[in-house]
């Protein structure tokens, strides 16, 4: 069983940076892809960014491309999203999941185990 738990979250202004992170346990850890969703009030849980665990490939939602930065420590069995230029459309639900599905994979509905989500307000 994979549990993961992500924290980090707050209330920034715009153009502010966070740093999430998230503990993931469990076994072999570099077999999963890791990645980071969010959900706004009144929309659909959206990719935006994930990792895999061999190679850290990457892949970004175009909306946060160069704002963002998704990493991994797999020795210490965390992953991290660096949030630059934070903006109030960032504002929502930031949650962490894990896949054992090979290769990297973008589809939030692919991802088999999630976290709570920490919330992240970006409001002046």
């Known amino acids: 069983q994979v549990q993961l738990v992500e924290s980090g979250g707050g209330l920034v202004q715009p153009g502010d940076s966070l740093r999430l992170s998230c503990v993931v346990s469990?076994?072999?850890?570099?077999?999963?892809?890791l990645g980071w969703f969010r959900q706004a009030p009144g929309k659909e849980r959206e990719t935006l960014a994930t990792?895999?665990?061999?190679?850290?490939?990457?892949h970004y939602d175009h909306t946060v491309k160069g704002r963002f930065t998704i990493s991994r420590d797999n020795a210490r069995n965390e992953v991290y999203l660096q949030m630059d230029s934070l903006r109030p459309e960032d504002t929502g639900v930031y949650f962490c999941?894990?896949?054992?599905?090979?290769?990297?994979?973008?589809?939030?509905?692919?991802?088999?185990?999630w976290g709570r989500g920490t919330q992240v307000t970006v409001s002046s």
């Open positions: 999941a894990a896949t054992r599905r090979p290769g990297l994979i973008t589809d939030a509905t692919s991802y088999d185990y």
């Open positions: 469990g076994r072999n850890m570099r077999e999963y892809c």
């Open positions: 990792i895999t665990g061999i190679g850290f490939l990457t």
